[in-house]
Each structure stands twice: as C-alpha cells, then as structure tokens.
Nanobody, 121 residues
C-alpha cells in the first residue's frame, strides 16, 4: 500500500555531514507529520526530529543546531540533513511518516526500514 524507502546512511568521520532521505511510494493523497528516530546498540529508540503538517520543526536537544528535518512534498520525500556529526550520533536511523493513502480516509503511520549511520572519531 504505502512503502517508505530510506537512503543516505553510511560511514563518516567526526565533523562530517550526511543527508538521509525517506521516499514514500503508493497511492498517496497527502502527508501529516514526519519524524526521524534513531536507535543505538543497547539503547531504546529515541525521537530525533519532527516536522508537522505546516512545516513546524522540533529537535532533540542532542541534535539541535546540527540536524535539519525537511520535506519535499512534490517528491514525497522526507530528509534529515546531519552536520557536525559526532561519534555518539552512531545509530540506525528510522523515518516515520503519517500518510493519507487511498482508499483509507485517515492518516496512518508508516516506518522506513532503517539506515545505518556510523561516525568515527
């Protein structure tokens, strides 16, 4: 029905940058909120960034000023620009988007498959 495909993860040195993408496909009518989460080994999944339906953004304190969440509705894609990366940013990153898709009449949350980000010191 709706699939989210993540890309852009990889290995980078501390201080470097990566941009994650989360492309949605299917019978999409519109989007509501979008989120990026991350989960490091042995840790719980944590919310990193949120963008609302009207493009208001919120960030975890640990990434504020370094990460930027954005959306290109024409491309059905959610982004996370990550700058000044630190070793503690190492984790699997997951996107979640609330999508209204035919033939349903309400927004449902969909998750991406996860992409590994590794930051070396």
């Amino acid at each position: 029905q709706v699939q989210l495909m993540e890309s852009g993860g990889g290995m980078v040195q501390a201080g470097g940058s990566l941009r994650l993408s989360c492309a949605a496909s299917g019978m999409i009518v519109s989007f509501n909120a979008g989120n990026w989460y991350r989960q490091a080994p042995g840790s719980e999944r944590e919310l990193v960034a949120t963008i609302t339906y009207n493009s208001t953004t919120n960030y975890a304190d640990s990434v504020k000023g370094r990460f930027t969440i954005s959306r290109d509705s024409a491309k059905n894609t959610l982004y996370l620009q990550m700058n000044s990366l630190k070793p503690e940013d190492t984790a699997v990153y997951y996107c979640r988007q609330y999508v209204l898709a035919a033939p349903t009449q309400e927004y449902w949350p969909y998750w991406g498959q996860g992409t590994q980000v590794t930051v070396s010191s």
